[in-house]
C-alpha cells in the first residue's frame, strides 16, 4: 500500500516562514502529480500548489509569490516553502498524490490518488 506522511506544520508569526514535507511510502514506481490542499476552520479544501513529476508548478492565485512548491521524485517527498505567511493561510494542510503507480508483490497497481493524514498550520497576529 501507500502512504502519505507529512510533517512540518506548527505556530508562526505574520510574517513568518514554515517548510512542510510529504513523503509517500510504499512500493511506489512513480507518482505523477504531488501537491498540497489545505483547508481553513469552515471553509471547503483548497488546492494550495501542485507539482508533476516533470516539475510544472501550479499555484492558488492566493499563494503566488509567496508558496514555492518542490519534490524529490527520487524519494517521493514534496515539499511546500511557505514565506510571507498570513493569517489567512491558517489551515489543515494535506499532502496528496495522484496518478500513483506501486507494485502490490505480483503486479502493479494504479488509478487512485491518496491523501495525507494532515498537518496544521497556525499563522498568529
Known amino acids: 500500500q501507500v502512504q502519505l506522511v507529512e510533517s512540518g506544520g506548527g505556530l508562526v508569526q505574520v510574517g513568518g516562514s514554515l517548510r512542510l514535507s510529504c513523503a509517500a511510502s510504499?512500493?511506489?514506481?512513480?507518482?505523477?502529480?504531488m501537491g498540497w490542499y489545505r483547508q481553513g476552520p469552515g471553509k471547503q479544501r483548497e488546492l494550495v500548489a501542485a507539482i508533476t513529476v516533470g516539475g510544472s508548478p501550479n499555484y492558488a492565485d492566493s499563494v503566488k509569490g509567496r508558496f514555492t512548491i518542490s519534490r524529490d521524485n527520487a524519494k517521493n517527498t514534496v515539499y511546500l516553502q511557505m514565506n510571507s505567511l498570513k493569517p489567512e493561510d491558517t489551515a489543515v494542510y494535506y499532502c496528496?498524490?495522484?496518478?500513483?503507480?506501486?507494485?502490490?508483490?505480483?503486479?502493479?497497481?494504479?488509478?487512485?490518488?491518496?491523501w495525507g493524514q494532515g498537518t496544521q498550520v497556525t499563522v498568529s497576529s
Open positions: 496528496h498524490a495522484d496518478g500513483v503507480v506501486y507494485w502490490s508483490g505480483s503486479s502493479y497497481h494504479s488509478g487512485r490518488d491518496y
Open positions: 510504499g512500493s511506489i514506481r512513480s507518482i505523477n502529480t
